[in-house]
């Protein structure tokens, strides 16, 4: 299974951006999705989750001012950012709880997308 994010790009504070992910391969289900991000010098941190019934988790730092959603039969995710922010500079990661078929067998397995640059200015 493999992730693909996109969207990324330069905004101006208050500005807003969509990130998309699409999730691809043998897929028989798609638990949890979500959203992470690191900026530089820091860890890597959660920005949004959503499970498969549409139960969103958002860190403190985005609450209303970011929007996640997921489209189960496109296996597609959604980052909506509004209100933009220099702190919110980061590359962000998609990710995916998943269970697919890989070499004949069924697995769970957690995916990553290949992160999409996002730079916000003053």
């Known amino acids: 299974v493999q992730l693909q994010a996109s969207g990324g790009g330069l905004v101006q504070a208050g500005g807003s951006l969509r990130l998309s992910c699409v999730a691809s391969g043998r897929i028989i289900r798609i638990d949890d999705m979500g959203w992470y991000r690191q900026a530089p010098g820091k860890q890597r941190e959660l920005v949004a989750v959503?499970?498969?019934?549409?139960?969103?988790t958002y860190s403190e730092s985005v609450k209303g001012r970011f929007t996640v959603s997921r489209d189960n039969p496109k296996n597609t995710l959604t980052l909506q950012m509004n209100g933009l922010r220099p702190e919110d500079t980061a590359v962000y990661y998609c990710?995916?709880?998943?269970?697919?078929?890989?070499?004949?067998?069924?697995?769970?397995?957690?995916?990553w997308g290949q992160g999409t640059q996002v730079t916000v200015s003053s």
């Open positions: 959503v499970t498969r019934d549409g139960i969103t």
């Open positions: 990710h995916a709880d998943y269970i697919g078929e890989e070499f004949g067998a069924t697995i769970a397995g957690k995916g």
